[in-house]
């Protein structure tokens, strides 16, 4: 059973960084391209970042590039997201995907997603 598990998602002020996990079970994880996604209140899901199977190239939306690094643990089974210079349009649930190819607009063949984690940066 695959299972997706992130973590990390907590109430920050504007400015402040955190990181996410999502720790990855059951599949083979370096054969996965991974990424994050967001969904804020009333509005799509959107990509925010994805990294390839060996984690040496990483696509990021306009919104976060230069403040948000996705890197990746295989080792671990591991993915996660740095969040600097948080703002309050930020704020959403932010999911872990797994699939077969990443990309400037996200992940390719997305296979499975994770449940979840809520990052709430306020202003």
């Known amino acids: 059973q695959v299972q997706l598990v992130e973590s990390g998602g907590k109430l920050v002020q504007a400015g402040g960084s955190l990181r996410l996990s999502c720790a990855a079970s059951?599949?083979?994880?370096?054969?996965?391209?991974m990424g994050w996604f967001r969904q804020a209140p009333r509005k799509e899901r959107e990509f925010v970042a994805a990294t390839g199977w060996s984690g040496s190239s990483t696509y990021y939306a306009d919104s976060v590039k230069g403040r948000f690094t996705i890197s990746r643990d295989n080792a671990k089974n591991t993915v996660y997201l740095q969040m600097n210079s948080l703002k309050p349009e930020d704020t959403a649930v932010y999911y872990c995907?797994?699939?077969?190819?990443?990309?400037?607009?996200?992940?390719?063949?997305?296979?499975?997603w994770g449940k979840g984690t809520l990052v709430t940066v306020s202003s």
């Open positions: 995907a797994a699939g077969s190819v990443a990309g400037p607009q996200g992940i390719g063949g997305i296979n499975y």
């Open positions: 059951g599949l083979a994880f370096s054969t996965y391209a």
